[in-house]
């Protein structure tokens, strides 16, 4: 019986865990991907203008305020390869993605000699470099607003939640590293597989041992680890279903305070006349 509780309870953790890893690669990924630049270069073209190479491109598909590192590389009919370095223009670090670009090579000054066919590629990197602002734009730029509360889907703050704990939090207030007690809760269920495992290996001595004190050694050992292993599991338990009653309240909060209504009725009695009054009152 001891041995079916061991197993049936290792078995079972393993999935969850493993479950918990593939989420959190799956949300690593999808920030990775979001990352991403779609930006490329397009429409290269070069002609010769006295000893120098004159190299144009288009960057399209860059985001507002995206910059890039950008180099060439020339290679011959031959399979030779270049790198120019006597290189001015939209060239570098800290270019701005647009149509236009235009790179100046001083062949001579890289002593690049050549008597066939050649082919020029321009390369990007970005690096995602807002675009500084002026100083009246900065005395006169209105705050940003928090994202309103109206924004709020109580649906979607429970899924990330369930995904993370804390994380349908922030996804409420806007901000904060709430997400950090689902890493707390991810460790204790990652303890209580261990703890799991130690049991069903110590329960594995106890079946395998000789003398009656080690028997009694090591199933006390398991029955502890055991203990301990569930403790774990019911700490994580209690995490995620805390967390996810608590996000339902504050998600639920957040959007019915977004749409409460500017009329108030007052009630009152007026002495003068003897009788109750009834007013509206508009908060504009």
């Not at 190299?55 to 790198?83: L, N, P, Q, R």
């Not at 006169?140 to 349908?168: H, N, R």
């Not at 029955?223 to 292993?229: C, L, Q, R, V, Y």
């Amino acid at each position: 019986m001891m041995e079916l509780i061991f197993n049936t309870m290792k078995n079972i953790k393993r999935k969850v865990i493993i479950t918990g890893l593939v989420v959190f690669c799956l949300i690593i990924y999808s920030v990775q991907i979001q990352a991403q630049s779609k930006a490329k270069v397009e429409n290269i073209d070069f002609y010769a203008v006295g000893s120098n190479l004159n190299i144009t491109y288009d960057i399209v598909k860059a985001k507002s305020g995206e910059s890039f590192e950008i180099w060439v590389k020339v290679i011959t009919d031959s399979g030779k390869e270049i790198v120019p370095t006597a290189l001015t223009g939209d060239v570098g670090k800290g270019v701005s993605g647009g149509p236009n670009k235009r790179i100046v090579w001083d062949v001579e000054s890289d002593n690049a000699f050549f008597d066939e066919e050649i082919t020029v590629e321009v390369f990007l990197k970005s690096e995602f470099i807002p675009a500084p602002k002026s100083e009246t734009e900065e005395k006169t730029e209105a705050p940003k607003k928090a994202k309103s509360t109206s924004d709020v889907s109580v649906g979607k703050a429970i899924l990330f939640s369930a995904l993370l704990p804390g994380l349908g939090n922030r996804y409420v207030k806007g901000s904060g590293a709430q997400w950090l007690i689902g890493v707390a809760g991810y460790g204790l269920i990652a303890g209580s597989v261990v703890m799991n495992n130690s049991a069903y290996n110590a329960y594995e001595d106890y079946k395998s041992a000789t003398t009656a004190s080690d028997r009694d050694d090591y199933f006390d050992k398991a029955k502890s680890k055991n203990t301990i292993s569930k403790v774990f599991a019911g700490a994580a338990i209690v995490v995620w279903v805390a967390d996810l009653v608590l996000t339902g309240i504050q998600a639920s909060k957040a959007r019915k305070n977004s749409y409460s209504s500017n009329f108030s009725i007052i009630y009152n009695y007026d002495p003068v006349i003897g009788k109750p009054m009834v007013g509206i009152n508009y908060r504009f």
